[in-house]
Nanobody, 121 residues
Framework: QVQLVESGGNLVQAGGSLRLSCAAS????????MAWYRQAPEKQRELVAS???????NYADSVKGRFTISRDNAKNTVYLQMNSLQSEDAAVYYC???????????????WGQGTQVTVSP
């Protein structure tokens, strides 16, 4: 089994910054894509940013230029640096990882428990 543990969520003023972290542990042979999603109340979960094992990144249009995703492959950890936070960024942020348990196994999808980001006016 694989566990994803997020941290870094907090209350921040509009215009402020936060850095989220997500560490993967457990039965891990390799990790393909790691990503951050978010879900605001009464809204669908949406992709915020993703990064593959080579470091290629992808961002939602709404966060381009403000958020930066990065990863430390040696630590199986992904980060999300969030700058210039706006009220629309308030949500529960979830970490996602596609993990392979062995050389011959397929990639399985895993989720963290979520971390709350609150943005005050």
């Amino acid at each position: 089994q694989v566990q994803l543990v997020e941290s870094g969520g907090n209350l921040v003023q509009a215009g402020g910054s936060l850095r989220l972290s997500c560490a993967a542990s457990g039965s891990i042979f390799s990790i393909n894509t790691m990503a951050w999603y978010r879900q605001a109340p009464e809204k669908q979960r949406e992709l915020v940013a993703s990064i593959d094992s080579f470091g290629s990144t992808n961002y939602a249009d709404s966060v381009k230029g403000r958020f930066t995703i990065s990863r430390d492959n040696a630590k199986n950890t992904v980060y999300l640096q969030m700058n210039s936070l706006q009220s629309e960024d308030a949500a529960v942020y979830y970490c996602n990882a596609r993990v392979r348990h062995s050389f011959l196994s397929r990639y399985d999808n895993f989720w963290g428990q979520g971390t709350q980001v609150t943005v005050s006016p």
